[in-house]
């Protein structure tokens, strides 16, 4: 069975700090790998997925992740970040060719102090 | 906004009840996912129907089931309720049975 483990559960920064939240999954086949947002009060949303191909992928505001097959992990990185950016942040995982649901590590919470 | 709706926004009910939550899909995607978000457990996935039909289980209880309708919308129903199905019911939707999912704003059950 698939499994995704978040180190950091509350990570707090001050504005213009760089982040990097830790993701690292436990599956032996081709997975898809994804990292979702979720705003106070409001639904997951996408903010960037990994298929196959170039493992540095860029998503929406000014966030990227960078997958390392030999070491099961897909962090994220933003170089400098935003009050705005104070959120519960998800990563989560699916087997590559199946159809399985997300499997999602229990989120890391993101306070920005301004 | 996803485009993905999800109906009752918030639904408060007793032990022992039943509900049944409703999920509209984005236009043009045929699969459907269930998840539930509690505090102890996290984001889990529930089940998955593709099309009309049962594609994928996670840890779905016995008590909840769901199906997808020829309109593409889903609905899960959660019978004989406890206290710990307390929980975010969220619906997601895709173009196809492993595409990326969109998440709808979730349903908030609350049972006393």
């Known amino acids: 069975a698939q499994s995704v483990s978040q180190h950091n559960h509350h990570v707090i920064l001050s504005e213009a700090a760089s982040l990097e939240l830790g993701c690292n999954y436990s599956?032996?086949?081709?997975?898809?790998l994804f990292w979702y947002v979720q705003y106070p009060g409001q639904h997951l949303q996408l903010l960037l997925k990994y298929f196959s191909g170039d493992p540095l992928v860029k998503g929406i505001k000014g966030f990227e992740a960078e997958f390392i097959k030999s070491k099961f992990s897909f962090n994220l990185r933003k170089p400098s970040v935003q009050w705005s950016d104070t959120a519960e942040y998800f990563c989560?995982?699916?087997?590559?060719?199946?159809?399985?649901?997300?499997?999602f590590g229990k989120g890391t919470h993101l306070i920005i102090q301004p | 906004d996803s485009g993905v709706t999800q109906t009752p926004k918030h639904l408060i009910t007793a032990t022992g009840q039943r509900v049944t939550l409703r999920c509209s899909p984005r236009?043009?995607?045929?699969?459907v996912y269930w998840y539930q978000q509690s505090l102890d457990q996290g984001l889990q996935f529930l089940i998955q129907?593709?099309?009309?039909?049962?594609?994928a289980k996670g840890n779905i209880l016995e008590r909840f089931s769901a199906q997808q309708f020829p309109d593409l919308h889903s609905e899960l129903n959660l019978s004989s309720l406890e206290l710990g199905d307390s929980a975010l019911y969220f619906c997601?939707?895709?173009?196809?049975?492993?595409?990326?999912?969109?998440f709808g704003p979730g349903t908030r059950l609350t049972v006393l």
């Open positions: 236009s043009g995607d045929l699969s």
């Open positions: 599956y032996g086949g081709t997975v898809n």
């Open positions: 997601a939707s895709g173009r196809f049975s492993t595409d990326t999912q969109y």
């Open positions: 989560a995982v699916n087997s590559g060719g199946g159809a399985d649901g997300l499997t």
């Open positions: 129907y593709y099309n009309g039909e049962e594609r």
